[in-house]
């Protein structure tokens, strides 16, 4: 069996993407668990109930939730507090994967859980779904009437996480995603080594993709600080390469673990380093915005 996960922050493409993976012949889990559609998502999600339940069960028990995901240090996944989610994982591999020569789950709260997946399974690699920030707060601002800075933060946050659960994911902009879907399937084929698309599956995909389902275009709010800091980054992880990415990513992790760090001792949140003040590293404030 190949597992693949496709990750990202929420409102970027994922449940696209993963039906896509479905019409390549990616088993996705029993039918009867896969998440109904809703108003904010008609064309369904695509997504499992019960791995959804299992990351919002660890988001508990880690001291979070999926719109204030904790912060976690290296090796977190080994934590012997953590073994029943283990056993569970292994269930559910075992009751919905196991037997399928290629399978996938999709699920942005995965995003930081890739390690402990791992101590399970070998998952084959992972699929990182990027959007523009500025869509997603406008996206989050309709659903959740969240705040711009508030959405942005998660980006940032969602992002990280997805990136450096595996560096070597594919990413799938959510722009090309709508543009291109055939082109994509192709990518996406080559990626979890199915077989080329015929015709009549890249007929099926053009179909799933309807481009009247897209709303929520560039937002007109005014951009604060950490907008503008998921928008250097969204610019940055679509235009330049990983190795260039990586450590832009990792400054902005260790930020996220100081600040977490200070905060259980009462202390005061550090300023970023301004070590690339083009890219807005200056600006402090992620784990503010989440409360």
């Given at each position: 069996?190949?597992?693949?996960?496709?990750?990202?922050?929420?409102?970027?493409?994922?449940?696209?993407?993963?039906?896509?993976?479905?019409?390549l012949?990616?088993?996705?889990?029993?039918?009867?668990?896969?998440?109904?559609?809703?108003?904010?998502?008609?064309?369904?999600?695509?997504?499992?109930?019960?791995?959804?339940?299992?990351?919002d069960d660890?988001?508990?028990?880690?001291?979070?939730?999926?719109?204030?995901?904790?912060?976690?240090?290296?090796?977190?996944?080994?934590?012997?507090?953590?073994?029943?989610?283990?056993?569970r994982i292994?269930?559910?591999?075992?009751?919905?994967?196991?037997?399928?020569?290629?399978?996938?789950?999709?699920?942005?709260?995965?995003?930081?859980?890739?390690?402990?997946?791992?101590?399970?399974?070998p998952?084959?690699?992972?699929?990182?779904?990027?959007?523009?920030p500025?869509?997603?707060?406008?996206?989050?601002?309709?659903?959740e009437?969240m705040?711009?800075?508030?959405?942005?933060a998660l980006?940032?946050?969602?992002?990280v996480?997805?990136?450096?659960?595996?560096?070597?994911?594919?990413?799938?902009?959510?722009?090309?995603?709508?543009?291109a879907?055939?082109?994509?399937?192709v990518?996406?084929?080559?990626?979890?080594?199915?077989?080329?698309?015929?015709?009549?599956t890249?007929?099926?995909?053009?179909?799933?993709?309807n481009?009247?389902?897209?709303?929520?275009?560039?937002?007109?709010?005014?951009?604060?600080?950490?907008?503008r800091?998921?928008?250097?980054?969204?610019?940055?992880v679509?235009r330049?390469?990983?190795?260039?990415?990586?450590?832009?990513?990792?400054?902005?992790?260790?930020?996220?673990?100081?600040?977490?760090?200070?905060?259980?001792?009462?202390?005061?949140?550090?300023p970023?380093?301004?070590a690339?003040?083009d890219?807005?590293?200056?600006?402090?404030?992620?784990?503010?915005?989440?409360?």
């Open positions: 069996m190949n597992l693949f996960a496709v990750l990202g922050m929420h409102r970027s493409g994922t449940s696209l993407v993963s039906r896509i993976l479905n019409l012949g990616a088993t996705l889990g029993p039918e009867d668990d896969l998440m109904p559609p809703k108003p904010d998502n008609p064309t369904g999600f695509w997504e499992s109930l019960t791995v959804t339940q299992i990351h660890l988001f508990a028990e880690l001291g979070g939730r999926w719109d204030r995901p904790p912060v976690l240090a290296e090796g977190w996944e080994t934590a012997e507090k953590l073994d029943p989610f283990v056993n292994r269930a559910v591999v075992e009751s919905h994967f196991a037997g399928a020569e290629l399978a996938a789950w999709k699920d942005p709260r995965g995003s930081f859980f890739i390690p402990l997946w791992r101590r399970v399974v998952v084959a690699g992972t699929v990182l779904c990027l959007r523009d500025d869509e997603i707060v406008g996206s989050l601002a309709a659903r009437g705040d711009p800075e508030r959405a942005a980006f940032l946050r969602y992002v996480a997805a990136f450096h659960s595996d560096g070597g994911h594919l990413l799938v902009r959510f722009d090309d995603a709508h543009a879907p055939r082109e994509l399937a990518r996406l084929a080559a990626f979890v080594g199915a077989p080329p698309p015929d015709e009549e890249l007929r099926r995909v053009s179909e799933f993709v481009p009247s389902l897209r709303h929520h275009g560039v937002s007109q709010v005014e951009r604060g600080p950490i907008l800091l998921a928008r250097a980054t969204h610019a940055l679509t330049e390469s990983r190795e260039v990415v990586a450590p832009f990513l990792s400054l902005l992790a260790d930020r996220f673990l100081l600040e977490a760090r200070l905060r259980g001792s009462g202390g005061e949140p550090a970023l380093s301004a690339a003040p890219l807005a590293l200056a600006i402090p404030g992620v784990l503010d915005a989440l409360g």
